[in-house]
């Protein structure tokens, strides 16, 4: 089999590193060669072995018959999109980490490859070097799927593990993280939720087997979350992770993006650094969790390569995927429910106790004099919106618990 890589960054890069690197195993599990014929870039890589692939245009890759299988590792959805609807057109199969691709346009180029008997594969545009979206296709197919929460944004989860283990600043944090090239390139799709909000449409569009539309998530990132914020969860033995939810509830479905204040009896809890971990409920099997690395070039290009391999395998065989393009309506997320962290200012104790008769106070001894912190009950969103209507919110984090 001869491939095409398309982008040659930091995943396209490892894509060729692990195929080199494993090319034996790789060739025995594949059932035959796997061979890089062309390297898409715009730029030049002079003097190092990409060179003599190099090509500037897509055409070559596309007009040559010899290539049966693209990958494509260049991010965004244009011209990642043409070019891969071009390729199943022309019966190529082609494996993906492009998660804006796929949750934008996933539906239809499934359905390409399904009328062209090729593959489309995107295991690398959720959870990084983690199976998920293999194991929701294929192994998870006797249940209901009720819940999937995870930890799906690797760069996230490093800032919040080092601001909360080591109290290290935001941006000390962040600027790390893309050192060790786990950030996206525009780094706000990270700390604004926007990157875990693709990710989970992709997951939610599988398991429930319609279109999730990414724009209809609520998504809130990790930018307004301070020190204090993370004294308090270290005096209420909790973690703030970004967490994911995508949740049924009879005939209807939840979706949401925000930081949350774990604990310990939390599967999620002790998930740090760059590490995801998804955690899938279904109503036969109750709860199964995979956890691994969540970004970074070799762990998300061993699932490149996995897809490649799968590719290789079926050619001429369409992997059934059920994501229809029909579009899922998710319930209004004011009707759904949390406890929630909340700090106000001192001067407002009292009305926030009027607010919040059922309250547990949280104390910290420097801020006593400065700050009122408060768990609620559980409520719903709307709920908490309108108790709070009156007070000064310094911050408020969504928890598990309520005392
Ligand atoms: N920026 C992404 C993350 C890369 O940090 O998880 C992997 O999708």
Redesign the pocket.
Known sequence: MKIAILGYGTIGSGVAEVLETNHDNIAKRAGEEVTVKYVLDLREFPGTKVEELLVHDFAVIASDAEIGCIVETMGGVEPAYSYVKEALLRGKSVCTSN?ELVAEHGAELLEIARQKKVNFLFEASVG?GIPIIRPLNQSLTADEIMEITGI?????NYILTKMSREGQTFEAALSK?QELG???RNPE??VEGY?AGRKLAILASLAYGMQVDYEDIYMEGITKLTDVDFQYAEALDAEIKLLVSGKREGDSFYAMVAPKMIRSDNPLYSVQDVF?AILVRGNMLGDVMFYGS??GKLP?ASAVVADVVDAVKHQGKNIMTIWSNKKLALSDRMEAENNFFVRVPKTEEARAREAFPEITEVKLADLRETEFAFLTPRLKEKEFIQRTQALTILNRIRTEFAE
Do not use: I, L
């Open positions: 998660k990084g799906v944004n690797g760069t996230t993280a786990y950030a996206e799709a990270d990157d995801n969540g970004a998300t």
